[in-house]
């Protein structure tokens, strides 16, 4: 007999969802032996990045990067679209000045009347269509202040630590095909973008651009042009 068809994909764009499925065990990504080195390397200096500033964090899924962004930051505000996984974020050791929201990263709605001099997103750049970045660096920066400082990090494609990439559509936007305990299978939107790439799109929306890179990660950072 004909082996079965492999399950169909789900939507590309339906992250909300894949990631809620995904919460009970998405933190097994940061368990990988290869990427020990460099999480360590990069827990303390994000904590050297927000000392004394009021942060929004941007999609802070499971909470991975909360306690250690938040170690040192006057305040800090923890948002995600998904309460599944907020819900484990709350569970790691906080410091006290962690607050969470129920915010979509996308809209940003809801943020109203909030101030803040400081901006976090951690492995969520990647998952941003190209055509929709510029927009969306805008639509963050006037809820920041002039000046704020902005920290983005994520993924470097290393052939041996992550999944191939499978498709990339017209806009240049590439995709990894990734299966849950479920068996369920998940066409997924992930970028692996550049420093020179970043630089040009930050060129008149902010200053002081810097890029970190890792074996297996990198970080941007720049502050809000007035």
Not at 41 to 66: I, K
Request: overall charge positive; glycine content about 6%; some cysteine.
């Amino acid at each position: 007999m004909p082996a079965a068809p492999a399950p169909a994909p789900a939507a590309a764009t339906d992250l909300a969802d894949y990631y809620r499925r995904r919460a009970a065990y998405y933190e097994r990504v940061y368990h990988k032996p290869e990427r020990q080195a460099d999480l360590r390397a990069m827990e303390a200096w994000l904590a050297e990045a927000f000392t004394g500033r009021r942060v929004l964090e941007l999609a802070c899924g499971t909470g991975w990067w909360t306690p250690h962004g938040a170690a040192r930051a006057a305040h800090w505000l923890a948002t995600d679209l998904n309460p599944e996984t907020m819900a484990l974020a709350r569970l790691k050791a906080l410091p006290p000045t962690v607050e969470f929201a129920v915010i979509d990263a996308h809209g940003l709605d809801g943020l109203a009347g909030r101030s803040f001099d400081a901006a976090f997103a951690g492995c969520w750049w990647s998952h941003i269509p190209l055509a929709r970045l510029p927009g969306w660096i805008d639509k963050l920066h006037r809820q920041l202040q002039p000046g704020a400082r902005v920290v983005v990090l994520d993924n470097r494609f290393v052939q041996t630590s992550n999944l191939p990439i499978t498709r990339r559509d017209a806009e240049g936007n590439t995709y990894q095909t990734r299966s849950l305990d479920d068996g369920s299978v998940h066409e997924v939107l992930k970028n692996f973008p550049t420093a020179d790439g970043l630089r040009r799109l930050l060129a008149r929306r902010a200053s002081g651009f810097e890029w970190t890179a890792w074996t297996h990660y990198w970080a941007a950072s720049w502050r809000v042009a007035a």
